[in-house]
């Protein structure tokens, strides 16, 4: 069983970068998708991003992303990162970290396909 603890969010300009990391502790398998998720008040949970943790792993993006933001991750730890450029306000959300440990294929986009989770790190973008 692995866990996911985020770090990294905080308050950023308009247009400003920030880069988030997931922590993962437990020996993730090459078979597991990582993702990050985002939840802005009063929404529902939003795929930001996902990636298969085998080296090389293909990876997807969120529609509203449009070049934006990448996922990668440290191929020498068990960390992985979501690179944001460009911020709005629209981006102000909690963002998550989340695996899926228990099945196969492609990237799940879904909320409800992963069943690990992080607690979250904020990100706030105001002027």
């Known amino acids: 069983q692995v866990q996911l603890e985020e770090a990294g969010g905080g308050l950023v300009q308009p247009g400003g970068s920030l880069i988030l990391r997931c922590v993962i502790s437990?020996?993730?398998?090459?078979?597991?998708?990582m993702a990050w998720f985002r939840q802005g008040q009063g929404n529902d949970r939003e795929f930001v991003a996902g990636?298969?943790?085998?080296?090389?792993?293909?990876?997807k993006y969120g529609d509203f992303v449009k070049d934006r933001f990448i996922i990668s991750r440290d191929t020498t730890r068990d960390v992985m990162f979501l690179h944001m450029k460009s911020l709005t306000h629209e981006d102000t959300a909690v963002y998550y970290c989340?695996?899926?440990?228990?099945?196969?294929?492609?990237?799940?986009?879904?909320?409800?396909?992963?069943?690990?989770w992080g607690q979250g790190t904020q990100v706030t973008v105001s002027s």
């Open positions: 989340a695996a899926q440990t228990h099945a196969y294929g492609g990237i799940p986009t879904r909320s409800s396909d992963y069943d690990t």
């Open positions: 437990g020996r993730p398998s090459k078979s597991y998708s």
């Open positions: 990636k298969k943790w085998t080296v090389g792993g293909s990876v």
